[in-house]
T-cell receptor
Framework: DTGVSQNPRHKITKRGQNVTFRCDPI?????LYWYRQTLGQGPEFLTY????????KSRLLSDRFSAERPKGSFSTLEIQRTEQGDSAMYLC??????????FGPGTRLTVT | KNEVEQSPQNLTAQEGEFITINCSYS?????LHWLQQHPGGGIVSLFM???GKKKHGRLIATINIQEKHSSLHITASHPRDSAVYIC?????????FGTGTRLQVFP
């Protein structure tokens, strides 16, 4: 078991472009979470999945953001028409049911 | 007011000192996590607890559910303990995070 992985680790994009991030959870974990962390702040919840079902979305997740977990394994987070305010670290975590969450290394997004 | 408050925000210590970081929360929770984040962003879970006390090596975490308060203690601190320590509470299936405590331990 290699833990939670995220790709890419860094992404620099121009304002207005679309970006997609991928998260591969620990294989037996049925829950997958996305969080966003801006500089000097704690992470903030964005959305989570139980298996392939997206159970909750934060008000932070505008309609430019979409997340999927098509087969209940890996997940993707897409941001359309990126804005400078989207610059942040995007963190993924997975857990088995209500158990301890294990975090990936994050994807750092810079929108220029 | 944030739902999860940590104190202090910044902490410096000499190697060997006993360190305490505090966390207070105002929402109902099913569990509380203490997390460690090193420069570069990676987050490691240190403890998940819902009552009492847990110990792992030089780290001790306690929680008082009635007072809605938790503490993280580091005994015999070491420069490699330098990191941001984040308290997060599990509330209706999602984590709500504090802003973190930046700890620097000097030799």
């Amino acid at each position: 078991d290699t833990g939670v992985s995220q790709n890419p680790r860094h992404k620099i994009t121009k304002r207005g472009q679309n970006v997609t991030f991928r998260c591969d959870p620990i294989s037996e974990h049925n829950r997958l979470y996305w969080y966003r962390q801006t500089l000097g702040q704690g992470p903030e919840f964005l959305t989570y999945f139980q298996n392939e079902a997206q159970l909750e979305k934060s008000r932070l997740l505008s309609d430019r953001f979409s997340a999927e977990r098509p087969k209940g394994s890996f997940s993707t987070l897409e941001i359309q028409r990126t804005e400078q305010g989207d610059s942040a670290m995007y963190l993924c975590a997975s857990s088995f049911s209500f158990g301890e969450q294990y975090f990936g290394p994050g994807t750092r997004l810079t929108v220029t | 007011k944030n739902e999860v408050e940590q104190s202090p925000q910044n902490l410096t210590a000499q190697e060997g000192e006993f360190i305490t970081i505090n966390c207070s929360y105002s929402v109902g929770i099913s569990a509380l996590h203490w997390l460690q984040q090193h420069p570069g962003g990676g987050i490691v879970s240190l403890f998940m607890l819902s009552s009492g006390k847990k110990k792992h090596g030089r780290l001790i975490a306690t929680i008082n559910i009635q007072e809605k308060h938790s503490s993280l203690h580091i005994t015999a601190s070491h420069p490699r303990d330098s990191a941001v320590y984040i308290c997060a509470v599990l509330n209706t299936d999602k984590l709500i995070f504090g802003t973190g405590t930046r700890l620097q331990v000097f030799p």
